[in-house]
């Protein structure tokens, strides 16, 4: 007898707690159809027609053709038959929420646009999806009143196009699938790791390399279901590594530049505060207080009023580059700093430059 795919269980409160994820991985999950002992051979793109409400034959061999169907564990092609007794394992999108999405006519910074995706800049303070008491005002929203016709899930209230995500207070550069061609391409270039993606941060304390290498397991803090750490490898997390490079110093702080070999939950943020630099002002990881410098009333009123004007982590997604889904041609972009951020950098430029026209060659 035929069985379909039973609910994905709901993770609201999981993603209300965490706010946004860069993740890919968490916008999926996989789930499993066991062969019944008599069942005859098949195309497994025939059989999962039986199994799966709501979906198309193009769809199924759309998703065999990018790895997102394994059978015993391997990827295999539409017309692979089928044996009783084979595990099927279907990487699936999970439905967050329940009700229809609101189209809202929320503003769009549109960097790249054609009939298979586009490239938006996100603004600080935009979350990307709807969550438990945050069902408007997101950029799915927006992007129902932009896009009319992005890929969604019959009958259920999905995250149309997203393929990946940043934080709600991050800045900077997201690609938006527009047909299902895109969603699987993309998301399999994310799943690779072949999604080009620089980020610029600026981060406490004068970092000892100018570029360097961090590689550590990324898992839910112990103690703070909000918060991220970092462990040993193979203890407990997904792996993660991040590259970065020093572009200008400031004494107490750093600007660098950061390149994502994974895309893990807070990766940046968690692996900064991990080398002993968290990013500037990042109320969760310990960045928002004085971390390094002078213990003078001037210097910390000089910090108070930098975080005044840029009031979240200091955090820029400034690049990404992709292969186009349909064209097969590279895509390349960069989005500059928020005007705040390269206000915040000045200041520090101009505070460094006072403290060594006093006499003082190194900062404290």
Known sequence: MNQELEEPINHDELINEIEESEDV?????????KVDPGQEPLRVDKFLMDKIKDITRSKIQAGIENGFV????????????????????????????EGQILAEDIPLDIRYEDDQLIV??????????PGVGNYQGTLVNALAFHIKNLPLVEGKNDY???????????????????TDLSIHKLSKQFFDHTIQRTYKALVWGDLKENEGRIEGHIGRHARYPKMFDVYSDGDYGKHAVTHYKVIERFGYVTLIECKLETGRTHQIRVHM??????????????????VKGTIFT???????????????????????????????????????MPDYF???????????????????????
């Open 298 to 336: 001037k210097y910390k009123e000089f910090v108070d009023n930098c975080f005044k004007i840029l009031p979240h982590q200091a955090l820029h997604a400034y690049s990404l580059g992709f292969i186009h889904p349909e064209s097969q041609k590279e895509i390349y972009l960069e989005a500059e």
């Open 70 to 97: 394994l059978i015993q564990d391997k990827t295999v092609k539409s017309n692979h038959k089928i044996k009783p007794g084979d595990l099927i394992k279907i990487r699936i999108r999970k439905q967050k929420n």
């Open 273 to 290: 505060k991990h080398l002993g630099h968290p990013l500037f002002n990042d109320k969760l990881y310990g960045g928002d207080k004085i």
């Open 25 to 33: 991985e968490d916008l999926f999950e996989w789930q499993s159809i």
């Open 160 to 178: 149309p196009g997203i393929v990946h995500r940043i934080d709600k207070d991050t800045t900077g550069l997201m690609v938006v699938a527009k």
């Open 120 to 129: 938006l800049c996100k603004p600080a303070g935009l979350v990307v999806h």
């Open 342 to 364: 390269t206000q915040v950098l000045d200041k520090w430029r101009t505070y460094t430059k006072g403290r060594l026209l006093k006499g003082q060659s190194e900062l404290e």
